[in-house]
C-alpha cells in the first residue's frame, strides 16, 4: 500500500488534524469538507489539498482511504456509519456517539465494515498517561484499585457564535446532565485497568455559574470497574477558575500516582520497589526512562508543537502505521465505545439521584 489518502470533515479541529498527519510518513490529507464556504476558504489559504468540498458525501466520493471526523458531536456515529459502509476507515474525534441506539449501530457497521474505526481519544497517548500504563502492565503497582481522572476547562466562549447562536457545545454537552464529555478523562484509567465499567453512578450540584444551563457546574461519575476498582471522573466546563484538563491519579497495593493539580507542577509517583520512605515522593521523568520509547523521552520536532502535549502527533503517527501495516487499531470500536458508554449511562443515574446503572458489555451485543 501506498501513502494513505486522508480526507478531514470539519476544518476548525481539522486543521491541527492536517499539520499532524502531513508529519506522518505514509498519509497524505488529499480532501477537506466544511458546509461553511468562508472556513473552506480560510483553510485552504493556510493549506494546500486538491478538493475542499461542502458535502459529506462528495468527501467520501474523493477516493480517499481514511476519514478524520472532526465535525460536532451528533454528527459523529452518522458519520462514521457512513464511512465505514463504504469501507473507509474512521479516525473519529470522541465521542464516539451520543445515544445508546447510536453505539449500538456504530458497532454493527464495524462489524460489517473491511475497514477499521479508531475513536480518537488522545488522551491515552500523553506522554505520563503512556508510562503509567507500562508500569502497570510492568506489575510496579501491584494489583491497582482506585483511579481518578478530571477535566477542568471554562469552555463557555465556546457555547455561542458570532451571533449569539447556541453552538453544538452548548447544545450536546451543556443542555442535559451527566458527564457529557468524559472518555479525555474515563480513557485513560480504562487503559491502565485494561477492563470495562460495569457499573456508573452519577452527581452533580445544580447550576450556579450559568443558571440557565441544564448541565450542572461539576459533575461526579463513580465507575465500578468488572473487578470491583472504582474509577471517579469529574467533568467540569462552566466553572470560573483555572483549567486543569489533565488530572488522574491512580492506586494499587504497591505504589501510587499523582498528576498535578496546578498546570506545570510535577506528576508524581510513590512505589514500593523504587523508595524506602513511605513518605518520599518521586519525579515521574526520574523513573519513567524505562518504561517509554525514546522518541516519548526526547520528543522529536514534529511532536513538540503538537497539541495536548504531543499526544495529537504520537496518536496519529501510531493510527497511519497501524491501517498501513494492517494490523488493529489501539482504540477500537469496543475500546471506544467502553470508554463513551459510561458517559451516556450516567444522564440517567444523575436524574435518579445518582442511583447505579448497569454499563452493558459491547462485546455480547
Known amino acids: 500500500m501506498g501513502k494513505l489518502r486522508i480526507g478531514i470533515a470539519g476544518t476548525s479541529r481539522g486543521s491541527h488534524f492536517h499539520e499532524d498527519f502531513s508529519k506522518v510518513d505514509g498519509a497524505e490529507v488529499v ?32 477516493g480517499i482511504d481514511v476519514v478524520v471526523i472532526a465535525s460536532p458531536l451528533q454528527l459523529h456515529t452518522a458519520q462514521a456509519i457512513d464511512a465505514l459502509n463504504q469501507d473507509i476507515h474512521v479516525l473519529s474525534e470522541v465521542t464516539a456517539a451520543a ?155 504497591k505504589g501510587c500516582y499523582e498528576a498535578p493539580r496546578v498546570p506545570g507542577g510535577t506528576h508524581r509517583i510513590w512505589l514500593t520497589d523504587y523508595t524506602q520512605s513511605k513518605e518520599e515522593w518521586l519525579a515521574l521523568p526520574d523513573v519513567y526512562g524505562d518504561f517509554l520509547p525514546a522518541e516519548l523521552i526526547d520528543f522529536p520536532e514534529e511532536a513538540k508543537d503538537s497539541h495536548h502535549w504531543g499526544a495529537d502527533y504520537f496518536m496519529v503517527k501510531d493510527f ?28 440517567q443515574s444523575i436524574t435518579r439521584n445518582g442511583a447505579p446503572i448497569e454499563v452493558p458489555d459491547v462485546r455480547k451485543w
Not at 477537506?32 to 459529506?56: G, H, N, T, W
Not at 482504540?331 to 463513551?340: A, N, Q
Request: charged share 25%; hydrophobic share 35%.
Open 320 to 347: 497511519v502505521h497501524r491501517i498501513l501495516e494492517q494490523r488493529p487499531v489501539a482504540i477500537d470500536i469496543y475500546k471506544s465505545l467502553e470508554m463513551t458508554l459510561p458517559g451516556i449511562l450516567s444522564e
Open 31 to 62: 480532501a477537506i469538507m466544511d458546509p461553511d464556504k468562508r472556513a473552506r476558504q480560510a483553510f485552504c489559504d493556510k493549506y494546500q489539498v486538491e478538493y475542499a468540498l461542502a458535502s459529506y458525501e462528495d468527501l467520501l466520493n474523493a
Open 99 to 253: 445515544t445508546l441506539e447510536d453505539c449500538k449501530l456504530l458497532l454493527q457497521a464495524a462489524k460489517n465494515s473491511n475497514a477499521q474505526y479508531m475513536m480518537a481519544e488522545n488522551y491515552c497517548y500523553i506522554r505520563e498517561n503512556i508510562a503509567i500504563r507500562n508500569m502497570v502492565r510492568a506489575g510496579l503497582f501491584g494489583d491497582i484499585y482506585f483511579a481518578e481522572g478530571e477535566y477542568l476547562h471554562n469552555v463557555t466562549y465556546l457555547h455561542y457564535d458570532e451571533h449569539g447562536k447556541p453552538t453544538w457545545r452548548r447544545k450536546e454537552t451543556m443542555g442535559k446532565r451527566g458527564c457529557t464529555y468524559g472518555t479525555h478523562s474515563l480513557g485513560p484509567p480504562l487503559d491502565w485497568f485494561n477492563e470495562r465499567v460495569k457499573l456508573v453512578n452519577c452527581l452533580g450540584p445544580g447550576s450556579h455559574t450559568e443558571p440557565a444551563y441544564e448541565n450542572d457546574d461539576t459533575t461526579m461519575m463513580l465507575c465500578r470497574t468488572e473487578s470491583g476498582a472504582l474509577i471517579t471522573i469529574r467533568l467540569d466546563m462552566v466553572s470560573n477558575r483555572p483549567h486543569n484538563m489533565g488530572y488522574y491519579s491512580l492506586q494499587g497495593t
